[in-house]
C-alpha cells in the first residue's frame, strides 16, 4: 500500500474513532445527567401533594432531595449539549435540520427547566415547610415538569431517527 493511503487510512480511522468516542461520551452524558433530571421532575408534584396530605418532616426531605437532584444534574447535564456540539461537527451534520431542531427544542426544555420548574419547585418547597396541611396546586410544575420531560422525549427520538439524514440511522 502506497504511503499516501496508508495516511489516508490512518486519517479515516482516527477520525471514526474520535467520532464513536465523541458519541458514546454524550449519549452516556445525556442518560446519566439528563435522565435524573427528567424523573425527579415527574416525581416532584406526587411528593409535594403527598407531603401536604400527611404532614412529616420525611417527606419536606423527599421533595428537597428530589429538587436537589433536579438542581444538580441540571448543572451537570450542560456538558450533553457541548459534547453533542462536538459530536456534530465531528460528523460533519451541524447544519442538518434534525440536528437544527434538536439544538432549538434543547434549548427550550432548559429554559423550561430554568425559568419554570426549579422556581416552582423551589416555591412548593417553602409552601410544604411553612404550611404542612395546606391546599397547595402543583399543576403549574406538573405540567412544565411534563412539557420538559416531552422536549426531550422529542429530542431523543430525532437523534435517533435523524429525519432527513444521509448518513443512515
Known amino acids: 500500500m502506497a504511503p499516501v493511503a496508508l495516511e489516508a487510512t490512518a486519517r479515516h ?10 458519541l458514546s461520551v454524550h449519549v452516556l452524558a445525556a442518560i446519566i445527567a439528563v435522565g435524573p433530571v427528567t424523573v425527579a421532575a415527574s416525581m416532584f408534584a406526587p411528593a409535594v401533594r403527598s407531603a401536604l396530605r400527611e404532614p412529616d418532616p420525611r417527606a419536606v426531605g423527599v421533595v428537597s432531595t428530589l429538587h436537589r437532584i433536579c438542581n444538580v444534574y441540571a448543572a451537570i447535564g450542560i456538558v450533553v449539549p457541548i459534547l453533542g456540539l462536538a459530536t456534530a461537527m465531528s460528523m460533519g451534520v451541524v447544519g442538518d435540520p434534525w440536528l ?5 427544542l434543547t434549548g427550550i426544555a432548559a429554559l423550561v427547566l430554568a425559568m419554570a420548574v426549579l422556581p416552582s419547585q423551589q416555591q412548593l418547597i417553602e409552601q410544604v415547610r411553612t404550611s404542612p396541611g ?18 426531550w422525549t422529542v429530542v431523543t427520538v430525532l437523534m ?4 432527513g439524514s444521509t448518513t443512515g440511522v
Open 13 to 22: 480511522l482516527t477520525s471514526a474513532f474520535v467520532t464513536t468516542f465523541l
Open 100 to 104: 437544527v431542531a434538536s439544538i432549538v
Open 134 to 151: 395546606s391546599a397547595v396546586s402543583t399543576t403549574r410544575v406538573a405540567v412544565t415538569s411534563g412539557l420538559f420531560s416531552l422536549l
Open 160 to 163: 435517533i431517527a435523524r429525519p
